[in-house]
T-cell receptor, first 117, second 112 residues
């Protein structure tokens, strides 16, 4: 149980294009989803927290107009990297936490490797 | 503030060796503690967790005990396998929304 699917797993695109990454909880309802960015050989950096039906809460230093997050349903959140540039190339990972106790663990997708040319 | 400190890697062991990866934390309130594992090219998987002092989390031969007196949550395994080669992250949850606070990760390589 507690499977999170992230799509696509790998994307390459030209500078200036927008890229959408989907995160789905397959067998549970995710009231809260988290988006992370991971640089090579480094830990995860939390970008934003989204609760279903409300606006995402962004961490300090993360541009909300650059990284658009939508959490329209209890099983789907999307991250759109708008007008992507090479410095946005990274490994993006989503996680989801189900309803109930906020001490429940987060369940992670397999990540999306984004390469901007 | 809340923070997690874990031992730096890389850690290189021979198969069947004993593994310890140290993790200490600072936190306000009563956090839950987690170990996550990231295999090469994959996302993170929850390895084990503990929600209160003296709890022991265990999974796949790995164990960690929530020690409030030493603010530690060290990961141990009695006999590692090549398939355990991965990066291991210690984390705690904190704050009203229970965000995860991460350690920097420890890379483990197990040689046959």
């Amino acid at each position: 149980g507690a499977v999170v699917s992230q799509h696509p797993s790998w994307v390459i695109c030209k500078s200036g294009t927008s890229v959408k990454i989907e995160c789905r909880s397959l067998d549970f309802q995710a009231t809260t989803m988290f988006w992370y960015r991971q640089f090579p050989k480094q830990s995860l950096m939390l970008m934003a927290t989204s609760n279903e039906g409300s606006k995402a809460t962004y961490e300090q230093g993360v541009e909300k107009d650059k990284f658009l997050i939508n959490h329209a349903s209890l099983t789907l959140s999307t991250l759109t990297v708008t007008s992507a540039h090479p410095e946005d190339s990274s490994f993006y990972i989503c996680s989801a936490r189900g309803a109930g106790s906020i001490n429940q663990p987060q369940h992670f997708g397999d990540g999306t490797r984004l390469s901007i040319l | 503030g809340n923070s997690v400190t874990q031992m730096e890697g890389p850690v290189t062991l021979s198969e069947e060796a004993f593994l310890t990866i140290n993790c200490t934390y600072t936190a306000t309130g009563y956090p839950s503690l987690f170990w996550y594992v990231q295999y090469p090219g994959e996302g993170l998987q929850l390895l084990l967790k503990a929600t209160k002092a003296d709890d022991k989390g265990s999974n796949k031969g790995f164990e960690a005990t929530y020690r409030k007196e030493t603010t530690s949550f060290h990961l141990e395994k009695g006999s590692v396998q090549v398939s355990d080669s991965a990066v291991y992250f210690c984390a705690l949850n904190a704050g009203n929304n229970r965000k995860l606070i991460w350690g920097l990760g420890t890379s483990l390589a197990v040689n046959p």
